[in-house]
Structure formats: structure tokens, C-alpha cells
């Protein structure tokens, strides 16, 4: 028997896993996944995770945002790309706006106008009243920064990588810290100290699927089944049993995502 999880952050309607989603939303539910959180990003993404979503209803919810590759590729038409997101917003159908963010390990645009874009959409949130999944790629002074100005927002620092300090800083501010599968890769010690000192309230747990899949998969699709990797690392370096790991993650997910 596994205890309950949810997978507060996957990319369902990626072109990964375009044979074979629905197995691979049964193989998560064989291994305890009770819920699925799909992330969109950019507009037609995110329009194909609200459809995944009514396909199964109290089992998946989806989240919209312009990251910010899509927040790249969109260029000049930003505003545009802003206002369509607005509408999607206002129909109900997604239970946070993300992801969103920082990213300045690959070259898109200038900082500042990334920083634009991003508190653009930090406005956004508030008016809807939705939690942020936030994406910080070597960013997060940059990211905690806009954070600490923008204190209305509330949510999720998603694939967290960053030493015990920045988590400390991030909680200080009130934000929840999520985790997958590179808390599970051998040179990460400082990231498992990290996790080691979020307090229950505020830990979750995502695969970020296809992406970074925990060890024994690294290298393979991530699929939201491998969660349950992710869960093991996570309790063993925080000194708790997996089933609470499982519980207060869930609890939180629920409660901050006001999932089924």
C-alpha cells in the first residue's frame, strides 16, 4: 500500500508524452498519486492542459503562465500573450498562475525585461487571487528581490536549487519550497540540507516530469510515478517517515492550490 501523494508540478501535455499520457496517469495512480498538478506554459499549452483536465476531473488540475521561454518566443507581442493569459485566468479553470519567473542559465531576454514580465504577471495573480508557481534558475536574488516588493503574492518556489540560506530566505517570505528528482542526484548534499530544514507546513513534493528524473531513472522520461523516489531521499535526510512526508505534502498541496 503508498501513501497518498501529489504531483504539485508535471508537464503532462508535453510532446513526450503524447502516445501514452493516459497510461502514464495510471501508472502514477498505481503508485499512490492521488492527484496530478499539470503546469502550462505559454497559451496553447496551457489550453491543452485545461483539456487534459476535464478529461479527469478531481484527478488533474492545471496551472497557466508565460515563462519564460514563452515570454521569449512571444517578443514584441507580450502584451498580447498578458491579456490572452487574463482571459484564461478569468474562466476558473486553473488553480494557479505558473509556471513564471527568472531564467538566466540560457540567454533570452535582457534581465530587467524578464523582471518586467514577471511582476506583470505577479499583478495578474493578486487580481485573480491565485497562487505562483515560480521558476528561478540562477536567479534567486533577482527572484527574492521582486519577491520581497510583490508581498500580496503567495505560492511556489518550483524545482527548488538553492543552498539553506536561500531557503530561508524564500520561507521567510512565506513561500512553500517543492522538490524533485535532483534531490535524489549524488552531488546535490547541499540541496538535501536544504531540504532537511523546510518545516513540514511548508514542503512539497513534484517530478517536473519529463524532466529530471530521480535516480534510478536519471537519464530516462520522467514520469510522475517516480515520485515516490523523490518522497524516500526527502524523508531519509529529514529523519521522518515517508508516510508523513506523504501527508503533510499532500495537506499542503491541498491547501494552497485549494485542490480536491
Given at each position: ?15 513526450k ?9 495510471a ?39 508565460l515563462?519564460p521561454?514563452s ?5 514584441d ?12 485566468l478569468?474562466?476558473g479553470?486553473?488553480?494557479?498562475l ?11 531576454a ?8 514577471f ?32 508581498q500580496?503574492?503567495?505560492g ?7 543552498t539553506?540560506?536561500?531557503a ?19 552531488a ?14 511548508r514542503?512539497?513534493?513534484e517530478t517536473?516530469a ?9 537519464g ?8 515516490q ?9 529529514r ?12 495537506r ?9
Amino acid at each position: 500500500m503508498h501513501p497518498a501523494l501529489i504531483d504539485t508540478h508535471c508537464h503532462l501535455t508535453n510532446q513526450k508524452f503524447i502516445d501514452d499520457v493516459d497510461a502514464v496517469i495510471a501508472a502514477a495512480q498505481e503508485v499512490g498519486v492521488i492527484h496530478l498538478m499539470t503546469i502550462g506554459t505559454g497559451i496553447a499549452d496551457a489550453k491543452a492542459c485545461r483539456a487534459l483536465a476535464k478529461r479527469y476531473p478531481n484527478v488533474i488540475s492545471c496551472a497557466a503562465g508565460l515563462d519564460p521561454f514563452s515570454c521569449h518566443e512571444a517578443g514584441d507581442r507580450f502584451d498580447t500573450a498578458l491579456a490572452d493569459l487574463d482571459d484564461l485566468l478569468a474562466t476558473g479553470a486553473y488553480r494557479a498562475l505558473g509556471e513564471i519567473g527568472l531564467e538566466y542559465f540560457h540567454h533570452l531576454a535582457p534581465h530587467e525585461v524578464q523582471q518586467q514580465q514577471f511582476e506583470a504577471q505577479l499583478d495578474l495573480a493578486v487580481r485573480h487571487d491565485l497562487p505562483v508557481v515560480i521558476h528561478s534558475r540562477d536567479a534567486h536574488p533577482d527572484v527574492l528581490t521582486i519577491l520581497r516588493r510583490n508581498q500580496k503574492n503567495r505560492g511556489i518556489i518550483h524545482s527548488f536549487t538553492g543552498t539553506v540560506a536561500d531557503a530561508h530566505a524564500f520561507l521567510e517570505l512565506g513561500w512553500y519550497l517543492s522538490f524533485n528528482g535532483m534531490v535524489t542526484f549524488k552531488a546535490n548534499d547541499e540541496l538535501r540540507e536544504a531540504a532537511a530544514i523546510v518545516p513540514n507546513d511548508r514542503l512539497l513534493i513534484e517530478t517536473d516530469a519529463p524532466y529530471l528524473a530521480p535516480i534510478p531513472h536519471r537519464g530516462r522520461r520522467c514520469e510522475p510515478a517516480f515520485i515516490q523516489q523523490t518522497m524516500r531521499v526527502i524523508a531519509e535526510h529529514r529523519g521522518q517517515r515517508v508516510e508523513d512526508i506523504a501527508a503533510w505534502t499532500t495537506r499542503n498541496a491541498r491547501l494552497l492550490l485549494s485542490l480536491p
